[in-house]
């Protein structure tokens, strides 16, 4: 969400920044529209309740001096007032609501440095890291590679549930469990992130927050308790503060937590379907920041590093891209997706994004600092990453480390976490 004040005497800044996304700029006069009509009648109720409380007090004075004649007019007065007051009311409400369901469309501004573009083939590369993994014969996909293992079960996930669901297997369970327990030990006691374990059900106000809802509500799976599946622990570990004013002192705030994370995908049929690269249902480690806003592009730098931590600390070769302002989606001012090499596939693939996005959230959510006591409150300035999302990690490290026998080298700083040194049929 943006503020109303920046809207209303800078359109034409916020016009722009919608246009550099690729975005329909007209929600501008439809705020701009609504936010006149409601703040005229605002202000008509404010003059009709404030001569209200006029004549109410000139009721007692007039009685007072056996005025009757006048004082009952002025009860009259009074009542047409109170009368016509419910339907003004009604009106602002309703003009209220249609301001505030505006508000909750608007993107967020992209930051003046990220690079123009239309989509993801516009996106620079900032740096690379390590070296593609070299084969005596062409490597085989993670999917292949699992099958020789008896890793995961693709087709028992579809008959349990439905296509993209998965069932990991035997060493492949163990496997995708030590992932998500080296990440969050890596993000904790490594690089000194607070550890959250979050519920995997949310509210539709923290949706709302987070700026999931209403826009992307087609990709949520919903309970018939008006719950939600997370689609990412960012929504319920950024909640953790709605509604909240935190200690200035206390900033930066370093949240990381495992969850489950669960998505439609709507929109993606066709897309990335092989093996495990695109599923409803996956693990993740989320890291969230809450930082000052003169902080949040420092911290920025630090959150991708830290998510690049992993992929070095497991020998993995990949890239760092700055997604471009076609590419970037409605709620970041400034992102760095991390991609990994994925041999057995023959391209880079996404395993993290890593987002700053101002006050966006927290004005959604409510929430603030002060700087010191006494001093106004302000918005904070909330970023996250993943650190980092399983499925696409776990097939990289089955095509980066396969061997010409079929079985899969674990890494080193891994094998604590499975308990082997290799993957073996």
Not at 53 to 82: C, F, V, W
Not at 297 to 302: G, I, M, P, S
Not at 344 to 354: D, I, P, T
Request: charged residues 30%.
């Amino acid at each position: 969400m943006l503020d109303r004040e920046l809207i209303r005497t800078q359109p034409d800044f916020v016009r722009h920044g919608i246009q550099r996304k690729g975005l329909d700029s007209s929600i501008v006069d439809e705020f701009l529209r609504v936010d006149s009509a409601w703040r005229s009648l605002r202000q008509e109720l404010e003059v009709m309740q404030a001569e209200r409380n006029r004549i109410s007090k000139t009721i007692g004075q007039l009685m007072g001096q056996k005025k009757i004649d006048e004082a009952n007019e002025a009860k009259a007065q009074a009542k047409a007032i109170s009368d016509a007051l419910p339907e003004v009311e009604a009106r602002n409400r309703a003009l209220e609501e249609d301001l505030n369901k505006i508000e909750l469309d608007f993107p967020n501004l992209p930051h003046e440095s990220i690079p123009d573009g239309k989509d993801e083939n516009d996106n620079p590369v900032v740096r690379v890291w390590g070296e593609k993994p070299t084969f005596a014969e062409e490597p085989k996909a993670h999917w292949d590679v699992a099958e020789g293992l008896n890793l995961f079960d693709l087709a028992r996930g579809a008959k349990i549930t439905g296509s993209g669901w998965v069932v990991y297997t035997g060493q492949g369970a163990r496997l995708q469990r030590a992932l998500f327990n080296f990440m969050i030990d890596h993000q904790t006691r490594k690089n000194g992130y607070f550890e959250i374990y979050p519920p995997f059900l949310v509210n539709r106000a923290s949706l709302i927050g987070t700026g999931n809802l209403p826009k992307f509500e087609e990709d949520l799976y919903k309970s018939t308790d008006d719950l939600y599946l997370i689609p990412t622990a960012e929504v319920p570990i950024t909640n953790l503060y709605r509604d909240e004013i935190l200690n200035g002192e206390d900033l930066t705030i370093k949240l990381a937590g495992f969850s489950g994370c669960f998505r439609r995908e709507a929109g993606s049929a066709g897309k990335d379907t092989r093996g495990i690269q695109r599923i409803h249902q996956f693990d993740k480690i989320e890291m969230v920041k809450f930082c000052k806003p003169e902080d949040s592009y420092a911290e920025l730098e630090t959150l991708i590093q830290d998510a690049e931590s992993v992929l070095q600390t497991l020998g993995l070769h990949y890239r760092v891209i700055e997604l471009c302002t076609g590419d970037i989606g409605a709620k970041g001012a400034k992102c760095y997706d991390l991609e990994v090499w994925s041999p057995g596939v023959g391209r880079y693939l996404e395993v993290s994004s890593c987002t700053n996005f101002e006050a966006y959230q927290a004005r959604r959510a409510n929430i603030r600092f002060r700087r010191e006591q006494g001093a106004p409150t302000e918005f904070v300035h909330i970023l996250n990453g993943s650190g980092l999302a399983v499925p696409r990690l776990y097939g990289a490290i089955l095509e980066s480390f396969q061997q010409p026998d079929g079985s899969v080298i674990i890494p080193e700083a891994l094998r604590p976490y499975v308990g082997l040194n290799k993957l073996t049929s």
